[in-house]
């Protein structure tokens, strides 16, 4: 008797040792599924995708969460490892509106070692005020075609960006342009890349 019920035991061991591995394969195969669906975003993880901020849902504060999808956005252009691979990847948003009341972000694509001008106007008559990083962030209010085109030989003509700026200058030290910068300078449009929108800003 105490045998027939230790070969029970061993059978019922064994009969639940078999359901705990089916379900731990189950468990497995669900996250490899998973990792199957994930793979091209995650090998993509350090690349700016398509997504428009155009897209984002909005409720509470709006203009909130407006500005955090365009942070995110121009973070990730920034972190492209070339200016031709910021324009690229830039490029990926053509036709796509800036939505929201702004500012909106374009990325400094100027030479890595003197920086982006920035100016008190657009005009030829404008003096600089200060200076923006390669890859910084600047954030565009409008945009203007001023007549003035400092770098002839490139298609981008006299177009130029009003940004928010923390100083009035003159001066050509390096600053960090915010959203909530009391000040305002000007940048040209050919050395600036538009980060998750197309650059068609309200005219000034």
Same mark, same amino acid.
């Given at each position: *008797? ?17 359901? !705990? *591995?089916? /379900?731990?394969?189950?468990?497995i195969a669900g996250v490899l599924v998973g990792a199957v669906a994930l793979g091209p975003a995650l090998l993509a993880g350090g690349e700016a995708d398509s997504h428009s901020c155009s897209d ?12 955090? $999808? ?17 324009? !690229?990847? /830039? ?5 796509? /509106? ?11 694509? /100027? ?22 990083a390669f890859r910084s962030s600047v954030w565009a209010t409008c945009r203007a075609d001023t007549g003035f085109?400092?770098? #002839? ?25 915010? #959203?909530? !910068? ?11 890349? #538009? ?8 005219? $000034?």
């Open positions: *008797m105490t045998g027939d019920l230790d070969d029970k035991s061993h059978r019922l061991a064994v009969k639940g040792l078999r359901i !705990d *591995m089916s /379900a731990r394969r189950w468990a984002t849902s909005v409720s509470g504060d709006g203009n909130q969460v407006q500005l955090t $999808c365009w942070t995110e956005q121009a973070d990730d252009l920034a972190r492209a490892d070339s200016k031709q691979e910021i324009l !690229d990847r /830039a490029g990926k948003f053509a036709g796509t /509106a800036p939505t929201g009341p702004g500012p909106w972000p374009l990325v400094v694509v /100027a030479d890595a070692t003197l920086g982006l001008k920035v100016r008190s106007s657009g005009y030829a008559d404008g003096v600089q005020i200060g200076s923006a085109d400092p770098e #002839p030989g490139d298609s981008t003509g006299a177009l130029w960006y009003r940004i928010t700026w923390p100083t009035t200058g003159p001066g050509t030290e390096f600053g960090n342009s915010s #959203p909530s !910068d009391p000040h305002q300078g000007w940048v040209y449009g050919g050395l600036v890349a #538009p980060a998750g929108h197309d650059g068609n800003l309200p005219t $000034c």
